[in-house]
Nanobody, 128 residues
Framework: QVHLVESGGGLVQAGGSLRLSCAASERTVSQYAMGWFRQAPGKEREFVTAIGCTHNTYYTDSVKGRFTISISRDRAKTTVYLQMNSLKPEDTAVYYC????????????????????WGQGTQVTVSS
C-alpha cells in the first residue's frame, strides 16, 4: 500500500504562486507515473499534470506555461512537486496527488481511473 500526503495548499491572490508537495511512502513509486488532479466545487475531477515512467511530462492546456511538475528521490522517499505560477481564480480547487503501478503512454496519463493510489487532497484558493 502506498500512502501519498499532499501539502502546500493555501490562499493566494491572482498572479501569485504556490508549490504543492506530495510525499510518497514508498520510494519505488518513482519507477512509475505520478500525477496531479484537481476538483473544483460542483465539477468533476480533472487532470492537471503527470510525470511518466520515462519522466516525460504532460500538462492540461489550461496550465501549460504556468505549472511545472517535478520529482525528487532520496534513499527514504519520493516527493513530487507542483510549482504553480501566475495563478488564476479558475485554478481554485482541491488538488490531489496520484500514483500508478503501471507505465502508460500519452493520453492514458490523463485518465484518473489509471491511477491506483491517491492522496487526501489539499485546498488551493485563488482570490481575484
Amino acid at each position: 500500500q502506498v500512502h501519498l500526503v499532499e501539502s502546500g495548499g493555501g490562499l493566494v491572490q491572482a498572479g501569485g504562486s504556490l508549490r504543492l508537495s506530495c510525499a510518497a511512502s514508498e520510494r519505488t513509486v518513482s519507477q512509475y507515473a505520478m500525477g496531479w488532479f484537481r476538483q473544483a466545487p460542483g465539477k468533476e475531477r480533472e487532470f492537471v499534470t503527470a510525470i511518466g515512467c520515462t519522466h516525460n511530462t504532460y500538462y492540461t492546456d489550461s496550465v501549460k506555461g504556468r505549472f511545472t511538475i517535478s520529482i525528487s528521490r532520496d534513499r527514504a522517499k519520493t516527493t513530487v512537486y507542483l510549482q504553480m505560477n501566475s495563478l488564476k481564480p479558475e485554478d481554485t480547487a482541491v488538488y490531489y496527488c496520484a500514483s500508478t503501478v503501471l507505465c502508460y503512454t500519452g493520453a492514458l496519463y490523463y485518465r484518473s481511473d489509471n491511477y491506483h493510489y491517491w492522496g487526501q487532497g489539499t485546498q488551493v484558493t485563488v482570490s481575484s
